[in-house]
Each structure stands twice: as structure tokens, then as C-alpha cells.
Nanobody, 123 residues
Framework: QVQLVESGGGLVQPGGSLRLSCAAS????????MGWYRQAPGKQRELVAT???????NYADSVKGRFTISRDNAKNTVYLQMNSLKPEDTAVYYC?????????????????WGQGTQVTVSS
């Protein structure tokens, strides 16, 4: 069984910064890509940033130059450093990890999601 636990959300003023963390625990053999997504009220969930096992990153145009995704493989953790936050960044942020786990005697590859953490940017 695998669990992802997120932390770091909160209320911040425009122009401020937050750092999100997402740690995976449980029966994990290896982790492929990790990513962050967000969902604002009344909108569909959208990709924010991803990072491969080799460290290659990809960002949504709306966050390029302001957000930085990173990972610590030893801790099975992905981070999202968010700077110069704007009110339109307000959303619930979810992490996702594409990983290999063991079910019974079988190794399987699955996507796991965090529980979500609220980020509110407001003065």
C-alpha cells in the first residue's frame, strides 16, 4: 500500500512564496515521473509541473519563471517552490507520483495522488 502526503499550503499575499511537499511511503520499488496539478473552483484539474526520474522538468506556461519543481529520490519526495504568487494561482494543489509497487507477489506500475492542499493567494 502506498500513501502520498502533501504539506505546505496556506494563505499568502500576492507576490509571496510557498513551498509544497509531497512524500510517498509504503511498498515502493522505484518512482518514475512526479508532478503537481491544481484545480480551481469550477475549473478542471490542470497540470502545473512535472519532473522525470532523470530530472527533466516541464511547466505550464502560466507558471514558468515563477514555480520550480524538484525531487529528492532518497526521500520519495517532490517539491514545488512557488514564488511571485498571483490570485489566479489560488487552487487545490495535488501531487501525483508514477511508481512501481508490489501487489501480492507482482510488481505493478500505478499513479498515486495526494490528498490535495489548499493554496489561497489574497490580500
Amino acid at each position: 500500500q502506498v500513501q502520498l502526503v502533501e504539506s505546505g499550503g496556506g494563505l499568502v499575499q500576492p507576490g509571496g512564496s510557498l513551498r509544497l511537499s509531497c512524500a510517498a511511503s509504503g511498498s515502493i520499488s522505484s518512482i518514475n515521473a512526479m508532478g503537481w496539478y491544481r484545480q480551481a473552483p469550477g475549473k478542471q484539474r490542470e497540470l502545473v509541473a512535472t519532473i522525470t526520474s532523470a530530472g527533466s522538468t516541464n511547466y505550464a506556461d502560466s507558471v514558468k519563471g515563477r514555480f520550480t519543481i524538484s525531487r529528492d529520490n532518497a526521500k520519495n519526495t517532490v517539491y514545488l517552490q512557488m514564488n511571485s504568487l498571483k490570485p489566479e494561482d489560488t487552487a487545490v494543489y495535488y501531487c501525483k507520483q508514477d511508481l512501481w509497487t508490489t501487489v501480492g507477489r507482482t510488481k505493478v506500475r500505478r499513479d498515486y495522488w495526494g490528498q490535495g492542499t489548499q493554496v489561497t493567494v489574497s490580500s
